[in-house]
């Protein structure tokens, strides 16, 4: 009886969570990518910012659609995000021809705790257009329908479910 309630909880686990393939971004694997890789594909940022966390690379004007990129570098030197904040919103129509009709929407929270963290809440308030075989995640604008930035991924975006934060007592 245990064994399967606990199949039927890991099923519905994975199931909450399509396959996601890590993108690619200029022949950059975000995971996978190293620091170096991205000097070499992209040439020196044009700003270089470090925290606990490791490193951010930002090149303006720098994406595929003139907006500015910035890319996050844990302390190993990994890629671990490449984020393209868009100049002007795109509409969807636009996005959907470059990348395909295969979207999904999934809906987020944001933690109060845990770095503001995004978790999958399906009555959350922040949509996200997700395109899991390319590993990418696109933000809607302040209005909701077009697109204002896009990022690149290497495992589908947010923590599985809310985090248990405690307060100190």
């Not at 919103?89 to 009709?101: D, V």
């Amino acid at each position: 009886m245990q064994l399967t309630a606990i199949l039927l909880v890991l099923s519905g686990t994975m199931a909450a969570a399509p396959a996601w393939t890590p993108a690619k971004f200029r022949g950059l694997v975000v995971g996978s990518a190293r620091r170096a890789d991205v000097v070499r594909v992209l040439g020196s940022p044009d700003s270089d910012t470090q925290d606990g966390k490791g490193e951010t690379l930002t090149y303006k004007s720098g994406g595929d659609h003139k907006g500015s990129l910035t890319i996050a570098v844990n302390r190993q030197g990994i890629v671990v995000e490449i984020q393209e904040a868009f100049p002007v919103s795109i509409p969807r129509t636009q996005i959907y021809k470059e990348f395909g009709k295969d979207a999904l929407t999934a809906h987020f929270s944001q933690a109060t705790c845990a770095g503001r963290s995004l978790y999958r809440d399906p009555k959350g308030n922040v949509e996200l257009t997700l395109f899991p075989a390319r590993g990418i995640a696109v933000w809607a604008d302040q209005y909701g329908y077009d697109f204002a930035a896009i990022q690149y991924v290497a495992r589908f975006p947010g923590l599985a479910r809310k985090p248990s934060c405690t307060t100190p007592r």
